[in-house]
């Protein structure tokens, strides 16, 4: 409940008193907190979705006393968002998204102001997402009880939004630096988003005895710093995509660094399609990919080097007999 009450506290008064008034068992389940321009205000949890009226009751449909977001509203929010700065946050603006407070992430739906082909700024908000970040204290234990004990291997944790990827990896994170199984792993996080920890100087969200978190550098840039100067044995990156990014950990896994790292799949067939993903499991260091349905208390988990030579099978077959296929960026 702390979480959802925290997120509430960021919103304007009349969509703040509204998310306040809500049932206090229901709060816990909530997930997402949708705000869409003249557009009744919805809540969400992982299996349902529901309408909010202006004194917190809830409706499977649209009701009458449905909270109806204005314009006038929707700015009113946005703005509280970026703390009254849309300036300062238009690095995060021009990429879909805001993070606030405690690590959530607010996805942002706009109109695009381009500049010979590139996004300079954004303008009309019409959609605000708020993803509430939360600290499951415990919910890697089934993955590090499985995989950690005798060992530091090096995993990939692959689900389609809202699976837990995030909360997971902090959770591990967390773990593995707190003394999980009678070692304090030096851990390092590349927090590029601030969705682990940060808020400006202070970490909101627990991380561990020995952890160092990288805030709002660029996931290359906190690889390379986490080497050189931290003497990190696991790295903790969420969401790796970018060829820089795979670079980099190619350069750490040569240090002899172990990572941790999330990417977007929503089933296993979306491996054969990601690059990035196909490059990760070229390099032979990862031990295991692990697929999240539900956090880690519905998870699939794989061997990467089956999912490699599966990859090299279909590649072969469908270019004949002469090798490897689009393995390569």
Request: glycine share 6%; net charge neutral.
């Amino acid at each position: 409940m702390q979480y959802y009450l925290k997120a509430a506290e960021c919103f304007a008064n009349d969509v703040r008193n509204a998310l306040c008034a809500v049932d206090r068992e229901i709060m816990p389940m909530i997930t997402e907190i949708r705000l869409r321009r003249n557009k009744p205000l919805m809540l969400c949890s992982a299996k349902e979705t529901a309408f909010l009226s202006a004194a917190g009751r809830l409706t499977p449909v649209p009701a009458p006393d449905s909270l109806i977001i204005t314009e006038r509203m929707l700015q009113e929010n946005f703005l509280k968002l970026c703390d009254y700065s849309v300036y300062s946050s238009m690095a995060e603006l021009k990429n879909g998204f805001i993070t606030v407070a405690g690590g959530s992430r607010v996805g942002v739906c706009a109109s695009a102001v381009l500049r010979e082909g590139q996004v300079v700024s954004v303008k009309n908000v019409t959609s605000l997402n708020f993803r509430i970040a939360r600290a499951v204290r415990g919910c890697a234990l089934p993955i590090l009880n499985t995989l950690f004990v005798h060992a530091l291997p090096s995993v990939i944790l692959a689900g389609p939004p809202g699976s837990g990827k995030t909360t997971v990896l902090r959770d591990l994170a967390l773990q593995l630096s707190n003394g999980f199984a009678g070692r304090y792993i030096k851990v390092c996080i590349a927090d590029e988003r601030g969705e682990f920890a940060a808020n400006g100087s202070r970490f909101e969200l627990e991380t561990g005895l020995n952890c160092d978190v990288y805030s709002y550098f660029p996931k290359r840039d906190a690889i390379e710093m986490a080497m050189r100067t931290m003497s990190a044995q696991l790295i903790v990156c969420d969401e790796v995509a970018t060829p820089s990014e795979v670079d980099a950990i190619a350069h750490g896994f040569s240090s002899g660094i172990a990572f941790a790292v999330s990417v977007h799949l929503n089933s296993i067939e979306d491996v054969f399609s990601k690059l990035a993903v196909r490059r990760l499991l070229e390099f032979n260091e990862f031990s295991y990919l692990i697929l999240l349905k539900n956090y880690a208390n519905d998870f699939v988990m794989i061997d990467c080097k089956e999912v490699y030579n599966e990859i090299h099978r279909r590649d072969s077959s469908h270019n004949g007999s002469n090798g490897h296929g689009p393995l390569f960026f």
